[in-house]
Structures are given as C-alpha cells and as structure tokens.
C-alpha cells in the first residue's frame, strides 16, 4: 500500500488549493477524484461564474477578500486569456488544463476515476482510504487527510457527526443542472430579457412550465460570441447523497432545460436559431452533509462580520438561500466595507486527530454555508487546510494542537488575506 504525507479526496477548487499549497510546503501529497480532471463543480457541473470575492470599502475602492492561491489561479487565468477578460469570468475548459499544470509543477500526485467508499480507522485516527476502481479496489495510506468532497464523503465513512441540510427537516438547497445555448443573437437577447422573466412568470402561474425556480437566472458575460450560461432549474426536496434520489433529479432537471429550451426558442427572436450546446455532466449540489466540528459557523456570527483569532479565510458573499421546499431566493447582502471571518476550527473534526475538512461541507449551519460556499472562499479554506497539515507534520501535531498561529503566518507570507 503507498503511504503519503497527505491524501486529499476531492479535487474541486478547495482540493487542488489544499494538495498544492502542502506540496509547496514539502508535503508528499495524493489528489484523488472520481472524475478524470480536476475543478470539481466548475468542471462537472459547469458552474460559473466566480460569485463575488471582493468588497467595496467605504471609499468605493475594491479590496479583494479571496487572495492567496485563488488571486494566483485567476491572475494566471487573466494573463493567458484573451486581454480584458475579468478574473470573476473563466474559462472552464481552460481552467482544466491550468489545473493540471498548477498540480503537477508543485509535485502532486494524481489520481482520477477512484472513488472513495470506504475509511479504515484506529482510535483517533484515519488509518487508510478504500476506493473503488476498475481495476478493484485501491487503497491508501497517509499520516494526513483533507476531505473536500464537497459531500463530506470521507468524513460520513469515517463515521464523523454531520448536520444533512438544514437542522428542522434535513432538506438540501436545491440541485441545478447547468446548461448553455449558442447562437445566441445577444444584444437582442438583452433586449428581450425582461419580456422573456415576465413570460415566464406567466407561464409558471399557468402550469405551462414546471420548472420550480421563480425566475430565469442567466449569465451572459465573460462568454464567447453567441453563448448564454443559465443556471436555471431547480430540483428541490431531493437528497444529494442518495443515488436514487439523485438519479430521479438528473432526469427531472434535463426534463426542465428541454422546456426551458423550447419556451426561448419558441417565443424569443434572440433564441430562434439557438442551440443546446452542453448541459452539465453532472447536477449541480449546493448542500448535503456538512461536518459538525469544532466549531459550527452560523448565519449570525456572519452577520455580526465576526473577527475570528483563528480566522482562515474572510468572505462577504451574500446568504444566498434557494428555496429548499419550493420557488423563491432569499438574500442576506452585506454592506460596503463588510465581511466576516472563518475560523480554522470550522475545518476541525471532534472524532479524529489527522483529518481537516474543507469546501462547501465544512462545520456550518444551513445558513451560514450559504455564503461561504461559493468557489474563491472554498479555494481559501482549502489552502489554510493545505497548509494547516503541513505545519502538523512538520511540528508533530495533531488538527487540535497545531499551531493555528503559525498556519496563519504561513497563510499571509504567501498572500492570503485572513483579517
Ligand atoms: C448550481 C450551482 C450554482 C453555483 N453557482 C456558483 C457560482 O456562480 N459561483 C460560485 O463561485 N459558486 C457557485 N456555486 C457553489 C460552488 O460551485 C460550490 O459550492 C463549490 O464548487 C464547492 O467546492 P468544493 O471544492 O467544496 O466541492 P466540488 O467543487 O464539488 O468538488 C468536490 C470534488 O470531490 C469529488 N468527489 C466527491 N465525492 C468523491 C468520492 N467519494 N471519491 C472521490 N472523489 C469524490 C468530486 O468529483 C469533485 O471533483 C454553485 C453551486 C451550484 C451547485
């Protein structure tokens, strides 16, 4: 069995920050992904685009929350993209291949088509991880682990405490199944905008869609000629980590991009020669299980902009709650010069010693994940998470006695903001 410093499973944005910030540190480290490439949501589900990482200050200037490995990611994006293009608009394909490079050049270890069904621990510790393959099953060793399977996979096998949506009924935010048209006309496009909400709407009241979602929600900027990105349906009531449930909603959400196709083609000039040109490989989850740690981080802590000692990463993206139950968003929007903090101690499990956890299942209550979920602040906790586990390898120590201060110190040398 190959041992390693660190096996992080998962490599979304928070996996590949984690995997690469510990090997920079010296760190022999494994990514895995059931997936064949890294970007986890923005390559599986087509997410897009970057919700915003930065605040206004009571100046009008912009201050960018997400920096650190995030800031490096995207302006190495900006500066091989196309000139003017906007670090908040990617590229996903090309995402991919950036990931590929920024993983390999720091010496991180690949692994694809793996997934992790299985944990094996002694005590306090994570012993090894099982996954399976086609060849059979695989397993692996390491004195750390970052679980940033965004479902929190590894942390429910390990047999972690965890919180599954929200605390009265357990329901998830709604799944989303991206899709995007091409040969749009676009300026006619913004132009028959609003017609086409108020159409909808209409069309909604009169049960001629079915779709759950009270509006279209729709992104027309950073993307090539004629292409439009709608994150649009909305499959609510449904559990994201059981496959018959998950199997229902994929159809259900292909069924509502057909009708939604067919309302635009149908009834807008700008769309009559459109075509569906991907829909994502994979629904969209917004939430499922997340851990129950060492601290919860809640929706009023967030509010009140609370100022952690043991702060991480800071965000300000706005508590943005899709209906679990129905139709409708609720906003929570901070105001100029305001943010909040995350405390490591979120990434921290009660029942074990060599675990971190980051990305959207880290300790959070329903609300509270509903801002910090978003992709640059995932980025930033995984690399404290990164970084956290080569400091406790270095010093000996476990996620409990680790020198948080030290984390910290590392984290601004290498340009995070973290107050
Ligand atoms: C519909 C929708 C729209 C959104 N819109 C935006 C947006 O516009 N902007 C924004 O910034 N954020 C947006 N978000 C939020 C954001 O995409 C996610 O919260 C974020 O990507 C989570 O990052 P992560 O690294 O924690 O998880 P992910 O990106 O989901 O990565 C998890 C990885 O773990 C792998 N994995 C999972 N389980 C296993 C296993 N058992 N074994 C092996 N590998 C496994 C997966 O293949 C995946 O690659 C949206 C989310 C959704 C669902």
């Known amino acids: 069995m190959k041992h390693y410093d660190l096996i992080v499973v998962g490599g979304g944005l928070t996996g590949v920050a984690a995997a690469v910030s510990a090997a920079r540190q010296g760190m022999k480290v494994l990514l895995a ?3 064949g490439w890294l970007g986890g949501a923005m390559s599986n589900c087509l997410i897009y685009p970057f919700m915003p990482f930065y605040m206004k200050d009571k100046d009008g200037n912009q201050v960018d929350l997400s920096q650190g490995f995030f800031a490096e990611l995207t302006e ?9 293009t906007k670090r908040s608009y990617y590229d996903s394909e090309y995402f991919k291949f950036l990931l590929d490079d920024v993983a390999t050049e720091a010496g991180v270890e690949l692994l694809f088509h793996v997934t992790l069904y299985k944990v094996e621990t002694e005590g306090q510790e994570i012993k090894k991880l099982l996954f399976a ?45 991206c899709f995007r048209l091409a040969n749009v006309d676009k300026p006619k496009f913004e132009e028959e905008l609003p017609a086409m909400q108020a159409l909808y709407k209409q069309y909604r009241q009169q049960g001629k869609i079915l779709n759950e979602r009270e509006n279209i929600l729709v992104f027309r900027h950073g993307l090539a000629e004629g292409i439009v990105h709608f994150n649009t349906t909305r499959v609510i009531r449904h559990n994201p980590t059981d496959p018959e449930d998950v199997s229902r909603a994929e159809v259900i959400a ?25 829909c994502a490989a994979d629904i969209g989850v917004r939430e499922s299980r997340k851990l129950r740690g060492m601290h919860i981080l809640t929706q009023e802590e967030l509010i009140a902009c609370t ?49 971190l956890v980051a990305g959207r299942c880290l300790s959070a209550t329903h609300e509270a994940q509903a801002s910090v979920r978003i992709m640059p602040i995932c980025c930033c906790m995984g690399e404290a998470a990164g970084i956290a586990a080569a400091v406790m390898k270095k010093s000996g120590t476990d996620n409990k006695t680790v020198d948080v201060k030290e984390v910290q110190r590392i984290l601004e040398a290498n340009g995070a903001a973290i107050r």
């Open 33 to 35: 992904d059931k997936a």
């Open 76 to 84: 190495r994006a900006a500066k091989d993209l196309p000139a003017g």
């Open 133 to 177: 393959a086609k060849s059979g099953t695989l397993e692996y060793s390491a004195d750390y682990y970052v679980d940033a399977t965004g479902d929190g996979d590894l942390f429910y096998f390990a047999g972690c405490d965890f919180q599954l949506g929200r605390d009265a009924d357990n329901l998830c935010q709604p799944m989303t199944t």
């Open 254 to 278: 292909r069924r509502q991009v057909r009708e939604m196709v067919a309302f635009l083609k149908e009834n807008f000039e700008s769309c009559k020669n459109a075509t569906l040109v991907t």
């Open 307 to 355: 100022k952690f000692e043991d702060s991480i990463a800071l965000g300000n993206y706005d508590i943005d709650i899709h209906n679990p139950a129905g139709s409708d968003t609720s906003h929570y929007y901070f105001g100029p010069g305001e943010y909040y903090t995350i405390p490591y101690r979120s990434l921290v499990p009660k029942e074990f010693g060599n675990l």
